[in-house]
């Protein structure tokens, strides 16, 4: 679905590499089923130029092709960029959601995500 309202919304991510927080199908159901809209500033806030792995949120550059900027932090020894926790993995018996990252593809990485994110976010 994200990358569908990519391509509708006329955003190529052909030819440089990127970093992408993709939220997963059924987070984008539920940000819509809440009144949420896909807009393109919307979506271009979830790629940041460049392939840059989860080791690296910390010190990375998460400027996205929006303009605005994504916040790292580590919290509850979880990783969060602003307020989504991509790259969680299950652990213990809850065996809960997974957002998996640092997924290859063609022209970079994809970090699974379980928010929509919001250009203007703050802590």
Not at 6 to 29: H, K, N, Q, R, W
């Amino acid at each position: 679905k994200f990358a569908d309202a990519c391509t509708a919304a006329g955003i190529d991510l052909d030819g440089s590499e990127y970093t992408v927080f993709v939220p997963t199908d059924a987070t984008i159901d539920e940000f819509q089923v809440n009144g949420g809209t896909l807009t393109a500033d919307v979506l271009k806030y979830h790629i940041v130029p460049g392939s840059i792995k989860k080791a690296s949120w910390s010190s990375a550059d998460l400027t996205t092709l929006q303009g605005g900027k994504l916040t790292y932090r580590r919290m509850f020894r979880k990783d969060f960029i602003d307020d989504a926790s991509p790259g969680v993995e299950p652990a213990g018996a809850s065996k809960g959601n997974s957002f998996p990252s640092d997924m290859a593809c063609s022209n970079g990485l994809i970090h699974a995500c379980n928010l929509v994110l919001q250009p203007g976010w703050t802590a």
